[in-house]
């Protein structure tokens, strides 16, 4: 990766009004964590991008503070993790507690069907710079500082970004960047956004917060603290590397500079540690929430993700993780399009894909601020009370405990199979097929356009692997029992093999080398010494599963359903039959047609 104004990537092939055009697969506006997920999922496959950041280096103060597990799971997909953890708090309790400091709400997840832990606390500008830092092991990637877009040019065959970089002595240059797509990265404000002309609708509560970070963490307590004290709600939150954050809501009347002054910040903190004038404060900030989501992500070669996107309150924790679920959603499908394989067309189903789900994370987290920022005591009384009563009830409890009010994306519309029909592009939420294996299920609940657990497994090549570590990061076939080239006629291997896709055979571990030793080469046999891939086929009349390479089920059915699913995910995605071999043989190819 190269960081400097020198030496960049591609071929300089052409020169306008006398500068330069560089060259690449992808521009991405914005080195905030969503551009350089972005740009580590492309790297990893080979793509070529250059990163454009106006400011001179990252953002180094703290601002997100939640990491879910569905993030985890992309950090492990692009190699990151041993660089991630050490910035991490796993498994991160939050706890609501009322004016009078009486638990109403515990948060504490205990389940890892992905893999990782629900819930981690960590330090953003820690875990962004391990994912700059990343960007290093790919040489078609840079990322350049100093570098403000002001002027985006698309014509039929390429987009071009126009950016203005200063040098030491101050002189402006005005630089251009060629490429196939441009992704808007560069948060609430975005010029992406703007020039796409989509609407981004939704809300800005008036209500604003008074952030304050300190070193030295003077309570220790690892966890979160909800206050909702109807004098004035706050949050206290115990991170990685010994830091506390503090949030308090503002009143009416309270001008920012007056709550940032260090007195102002000192007497909010009084009530928390005993002699607030000695901590050893990183910032004191005011922020207002908005709850908003753009109504379309692309249009043309041009494209938005994260907080360009959409816009979410602090509550869930969701924003960063919205983000990384823009990054892992995009990134294979840019992927597919650039090298040929898929038709352009195939973007549309990020936004089928994303908006919805992002959305209802806003909604949650709107809903979820609503409820602790009661300042009305008759309000805040009726409502711990009722959270009192609700607490007697152990399904309630558990309810709220294992973050099941949480939606879990599920995919309705996009590359997907319906499980029951066949049909392309959609799939219905429940199986309702008459065929007895289906009725006799124990889950009629889909698996399609879900994504798939992650358990450990076995394998020729190691013990004990996150299942994503055995099956590579491409698409695969997933069977349960059987020998995948047994299964499915010569057509629909033919088909996938020009896909890329790995065909993996599930088995228990007593029977992992009777497997590997009688299944066709082409397959990888895993063992489920865990069990629990035979549970998750055991609940659903899905013997094979076709996987996304963002974990996501594309179609799930019986043997016999299988030709005809494939085929819905092919058109679904678009696919345009061109062979992995084609691909790592070609040089270039003609643009996407958009």
């Known amino acids: 990766m190269n960081t400097t104004e020198g030496s960049d990537l591609g071929d300089s092939s052409d020169v306008v009004d006398g500068s330069a055009v560089v060259d690449c697969d992808v521009v991405i506006v914005g080195a905030g964590p969503v551009g350089l997920m972005l740009a580590n999922i492309l790297g990893m496959y080979g793509r070529s991008v250059t990163v454009l950041e106006a400011l001179d280096d990252l953002i180094d103060y703290p601002?997100?503070?939640?990491?879910?597990?569905?993030?985890?799971?992309?950090?492990?997909t692009v190699g990151l993790v041993d660089s991630v953890r050490p910035h991490t708090s796993p498994q991160h309790i939050m706890r609501l507690v009322n004016g009078a400091g009486k638990v109403i709400l515990v948060n504490n997840p205990q389940t890892d069907e992905f893999g990782w832990e629900r819930k981690h606390a960590f330090i953003q500008p820690e875990v962004d710079r391990a994912l700059y830092n990343g960007l290093s092991r790919f040489d078609g990637v840079q990322v350049l500082f100093d570098h403000r877009v002001e002027q985006v040019d698309e014509d039929a065959n390429s987009v071009t970004a126009v950016a203005r970089t200063a040098a030491a002595d101050g002189t402006v240059t005005e630089r251009r960047f060629r490429a196939q797509f441009l992704v808007g990265c560069e948060g609430g404000k975005s010029p992406t956004r703007k020039r796409l002309g989509v609407t981004f609708e939704g809300e800005s509560p008036s209500t604003r917060w008074l952030v304050v970070d300190v070193n030295n963490d003077p309570l220790g307590t690892p966890n979160v603290f909800l206050g909702a004290d109807p004098k004035r709600p706050y949050v206290s939150i115990g991170l990685p590397h010994a830091v506390r954050r503090w949030e308090f809501m503002l009143h009416d009347g309270e001008t920012e500079e007056q709550v940032t002054d260090p007195a102002f910040v000192n007497n909010l903190l009084a009530d928390h540690v005993p002699d607030p004038s000695s901590l050893d404060f990183i910032r004191r900030r005011v922020f207002t929430h908005h709850g908003r989501v753009a109504s379309h992500f692309r249009r043309g070669r041009q494209i938005v993700a994260g907080d360009a996107a959409h816009l979410m309150p602090v509550w869930m924790g969701q924003g960063w993780n919205s983000g990384m679920r823009d990054a892992t959603n995009l990134g294979w499908k840019l992927a597919s399009v650039l090298s040929g394989q898929a038709d352009a067309a195939l973007l549309d189903t990020f936004t089928d894909e994303r908006k919805d789900h992002a959305r209802a994370m806003v909604d949650l987290s709107l809903t979820f601020g609503k409820f602790i920022k009661i300042t009305n005591?008759?309000?805040?009384?009726?409502?711990?009370?009722?959270?009192?009563?609700?607490?007697?009830?152990?399904?309630?409890?558990?309810?709220?405990?294992?973050?099941?009010?949480?939606?879990?994306?599920?995919?309705?519309?996009?590359?997907?199979?319906?499980?029951?029909?066949?049909?392309s592009g959609r799939a219905g939420a429940t199986l309702t097929s008459?065929?007895?294996?289906?009725?006799?299920?124990?889950?009629?609940?889909?698996?399609?356009?879900?994504?798939?657990?992650?358990?450990?497994?076995?394998?020729?090549t190691g013990d004990n692997l996150l299942l994503d570590d055995a099956i590579g990061n491409w698409w695969s076939v997933i069977v349960w029992g059987n020998d995948p080239t047994d299964m499915l006629p010569q057509a629909s291997l033919d088909k996938l093999a020009a896909l890329g896709a790995r065909l993996v055979a599930v088995v228990p571990e007593t029977q992992r080398e009777w497997a590997t030793d009688g299944m066709d080469p082409r397959v990888l046999v895993l063992g489920d010494h865990t069990g629990r891939l035979k549970k998750w086929f055991d609940d659903r009349p899905t013997p094979i599963v076709f996987l996304r390479p963002d974990r996501f089920v594309a179609g799930a059915c019986l043997a016999q359903h299988a030709p005809a699913t494939l085929d819905a995910i092919l058109a679904a995605m678009h696919f345009t039959g061109r062979t992995v071999e084609a691909v790592a043989a070609q040089d270039d190819h003609e643009p996407a047609a958009v």
């Open 377 to 423: 005591p008759i309000a805040a009384a009726a409502r711990d009370a009722a959270s009192t009563a609700l607490n007697l009830f152990p399904q309630v409890k558990s309810y709220f405990a294992d973050m099941r009010f949480k939606p879990m994306p599920r995919y309705t519309r996009g590359v997907l199979a319906d499980p029951t029909t066949q049909a």
């Open 434 to 460: 008459r065929l007895i294996p289906v009725r006799t299920a124990n889950s009629k609940v889909s698996p399609v356009g879900v994504q798939f657990p992650q358990p450990r497994v076995n394998a020729l």
């Open 63 to 76: 601002r997100g503070v939640g990491l879910d597990d569905e993030s985890f799971r992309t950090i492990q």
